[in-house]
């Protein structure tokens, strides 16, 4: 059964058409990797999923129903989750505050102004759990600003999957890391998303290879090719437009 | 439990502080204090905004304003008006504003709030010294009634003695400041934070922004109109000069500033710092806004985090020191 | 020309006259802030401290074109130092540091100005020649405030030359649409902005002393055109000239015809203006950035 489902979507910026009819199909439990050059549209494409921008046409389906053109709040509340390519956490409050806010949206807290967020043990607990997960309890009361950048990059990540969502979608989530961070990140990703079903957008071939079941290639705005890795790797066209230049 | 303890002895010997201070000092002095306890109040709603949610309220005075004028307009056209239903109407006021104009604030940040509150805050100064037939204009709302403290067959203390005022006024603030606090402790609490560090993320971890800034403006509306209640209750005169003009505004952008934006209590130190320099001023010379504005120009440029950023940094310094030797 | 018709064009007139003044400061402020990113609310407190430096220079000379070349100079020097002196340095503690630090200096010039001149009204007499009407079919006119729409002319000639054929000003244009950009093209920003900011306190004089014989000289001369001059920044759009331009020659009218129809709304209307255009378009009609 496919969770997300893109049909005939559409997206420009001022009459330049940036996404080009794409049909995308995600299916459930599956790790999904978009490539494609620079420019290719895949933040785009997650931004128009996710509900940074409404697509120009074209409709999107998540878990059967058409979200089209919701708000990044509600596609949050039924279940999806997003990292950044750009680290966007809270930079003045704490690594624990930053995963706690993650966890009051979890358990729906929202509005709740009678009790100490301080005093809420159930939160503070499943909060610290989370942080010793992703190995950053020693880095608990560090402001987010404060953390080496392999470390921010993890709690950026990690704030995606504080929510417990069913489908995450993580915007390049090794950009700009060292060869070792990469490789703890991956690990991390495997980790922490087990079970969930994985859209990731990924320069990295090495770990698109060794993470995605599945792969889809993005070229100016449009679907090249879809299917898994073997396929994709010996697929022509996609050499033509994209692998041939990285060589892999 | 040592920690506890500390923290009991602190609030008596504040409370003990508090209670014996008008007999200490003279009527002159509790008044200053009243006025500083009201501002510090006052200021504390706009840090509510600026240090916690990272927008600059530029015509603060409107909800200050709104809270002041409606008490004073109660209490002289409505007889018989009890004391805290005094009070709660202007916070009533502050909130209602706050309310009114929240759907057109919430869509935005930056300048453009600070533009916009300006705009509004003018807006309402405009009119209400337009329409002297209902705010009496540049020479206000004055002479009401103030109300006794009543409670039937119990107690019914005069609040027109300066004395009991400040008991009043100081009790009433001190249960603000600490709702204020409780509120900023709050899960909610939290979240008006990260609006201010992250609003794009709050969105995308599931909350609803708007409706979150909204109700941080509300409480921050409904306790700056609080605020201006009691200055009404205190001074039993409201102008649009003294409520409204943006002047009103400016202070506790000010306080805020020299107390620093980072903590709660900096407001309030700041407002006790200018209340003072305002009293060593007076003595000397009349130009207290010019002393006013060499303290913002010196503190912008010397002390950004504020007095109590200073101290912070001081007090590391000096445990650092203390670890190394 | 029937009575009634004579006083729109009166109106009108007026409402140009005053619609220029407002530009001639409001482009300074939307220079600066699209430059440098500060919204500089001690702007119209040069315009007002150009009024009281023209008044000393009256006093002394006796000549009011003296006067309008003094002065505006004098303010433009004062703002140079505020730039270089103040402004530079909190420059990268970020706009709420500047901003306050604005609303210091403009508490500052305030004060010191009641200190040096008291708070009293002095009254600027009018050059000789300037101060009578003008009949033109069938319809009187004050020639001062045709002088004001002239010189305003002139000193927008001026401005659009300096923007548009000289090297500053390509690089100023460049700096209010792009800042980093120029910083890329390793031209010194902090010399041109103290040049710009500068040259729009300098823009701010003229106006106030050009304003000076109308409003006369006294603390709160700048509090009605300042408060404009935002709204005018602020619905033009940030850094946007030409927006600039365009709601300040239309809140010039929309002033005069207010005063005319409905005398207590007008204050209110430009407000009413603002608060609208911002919640509907936050970035105003012309600008392109917060």
Redesign the interface.
Known sequence: MNILETEGLYHDFSGLLVLFDVNLEVKEGERHAIIGPNGAGKTTLFNVI?GTYSPSRGRVTFKGKEVTGW???NL??VGMG?SFQIT??????TTF?NI???I??KRR??????????K?QN?TEETDDVLKRINLDGERDLPASMLSYGKHRSLEIS?AL??DPDLVMLDEPTAGMSRDETHHAVELIRRLTEGKTVVIIEHDMDVVFSLADRITVLHLGHILASGPPGEIRESQAVKDAYLGETEV | MRNNLSRWIYWVVGLVILAIYPQVVGIYYTNVFVGFAIFGLYAVTLNLLLGYMGVLSFGHAMFFGAGAYSTALALTHIQGFPLLPALLVGGLAGAMLALILCPLLVRVSGTAFAMLTLAFGQLIFVIALKYREVTGGEDGVGGYPIPSFNIPGVVSIDMTDQINFYYFAVTVIIVCLWLLWFYTKTPFGSLVVGVRDNAMRIDYLGFKLPQTKAVNLIVSGCFAGIAGAIYALFQNLVSTLGVLDIGTSFAPILMAYIGGLGSFFGPIVGSAILHLLEDVTFRITEQIELVNGLVFILVVLFAPMGIVGLLRQAKAKWFHKEKVS | MSPTTAMYVAQAIHGLAYGMLLFLVASGLTMIFGMMGILNLAHASFFMLSGYFCYTVITVTGNFWLALLIAPVAAGICGLLVERFLLRKVHAQGHLAELLLTVGIMLVILEAVKVGWGTESMMIKMPNGLDGLISVANMTYPIYRLFVIGLSLVVLGIMALILYKTRLGMIVRAAVSDADMVSALGINTPLVFMLVFGFGTWLAGVAGVVAAPLLTVFPGMADQIGMDAFVVVVVGGFGSLIGAFFVALFLGELNAYGIQFIPRLAPVLMFAFMAIVLAFKPMGFFGERE
Not at chain 1, 88 to 93: G, K, M, P
Request: hydrophobic share 40%; net charge positive; aromatic share 8%.
């Open positions: 996710t708000k990044p709040h949050t509340r997003r966007s956490t809270f930079s003045r409050l505050q706690r806010m993650g009051l949206s807290i929202r509005f709740n102004l009678f009790r100490k967020v301080d809420m939160i704030m504080a929510t």
